[in-house]
């Protein structure tokens, strides 16, 4: 099972709007809506910060959002914050039934 | 409140077995399952197996059947995994998560642990 595949780097202004790509196969994203996303700051755990798709959990900001078309899931984090800054993995469900993560994003704030 | 503790950080030399723990807390055990993912440095997550704390099942990656093994201890309410034939590959961080079973997202995850291969 190969990893979902995302961009390196992603880079935004405070208060500006950016958008993770999460790319996948008919095995994986576009099978189910189980694809969720995770937050990882350097030297800590990840956390849960969207789920089947496009819910998010209690205590979750609400600028934080998803999306799915097809083979792709997306993240779009609004009014980008200094502590948004960290990297971004998004996972998903397979038809295997296992799981496989992305390659994960670094978000910039500049 | 939930919390997963993990056992300290291990070194082992290669072609040698290493056993990592988790106890979980705060919650009702037997309606979860409980997913390993690693992360070696600098890199991305990579999800290793699964085990339902309730009926014991587990599912491994075909990267990692035979080489890996995870169980649950009910009444000490802790996770374990096994990974056998270690390489300096295998040198990464050790997550254990948590998830509802039935649902495909891990909600809560433990503080990590810290494997390093090397002769």
């Known amino acids: 099972q190969s990893a979902l595949t995302q961009p390196a780097s992603v880079s935004g202004s405070p208060g500006q709007s950016i958008t993770i790509s999460c790319t996948g196969s008919?095995?994986?994203?576009?099978?189910?809506?189980?694809v969720s996303w995770y937050q990882q700051h350097p030297g800590k755990a990840p956390k849960l910060m969207i789920y089947?798709?496009?819910n998010r959990p209690s205590g979750v900001s609400n600028r934080f959002s998803g999306s799915k078309s097809g083979n792709t899931a997306s993240l779009t984090i609004s009014g980008l914050q200094a502590e948004d800054e960290a990297d971004y993995y998004c996972?998903?469900?397979?038809?295997?039934?296992?799981?496989?993560f992305g390659t994960g994003t670094k978000v910039t704030v500049l | 409140q939930v919390h997963l503790v993990q056992s300290g950080a291990e070194v082992k030399k290669p072609g040698a077995s290493v056993k990592v723990s988790c106890k979980a807390s705060?919650?009702?055990?037997?309606?979860?399952?409980m997913q390993w993912v690693r992360q070696a440095p600098g890199q991305g997550l990579e999800w290793m197996a699964w085990?339902?704390?309730?009926?014991?099942?587990?599912r491994y990656p075909q990267k990692f059947q035979g080489r890996v093994t995870i169980t649950w201890d009910t009444p000490a309410n802790t996770a374990y995994m096994e990974l056998n034939s270690l390489e300096s590959e295998d040198t990464a961080v050790y997550y254990c998560?948590?998830?509802?079973?039935?649902?495909?997202?891990?909600?809560?995850w433990g503080q990590g642990t810290l494997v390093t291969v090397s002769s």
């Open positions: 998560a948590r998830n509802l079973v039935g649902t495909t997202f891990f909600d809560y």
């Open positions: 705060g919650y009702t055990f037997s309606r979860y399952a």
């Open positions: 085990i339902d704390a309730g009926n014991g099942n587990t």
């Open positions: 008919s095995s994986d994203v576009g099978a189910y809506n189980y």
């Open positions: 089947d798709v496009s």
């Open positions: 996972s998903s469900y397979t038809r295997s039934p296992t799981y496989v």
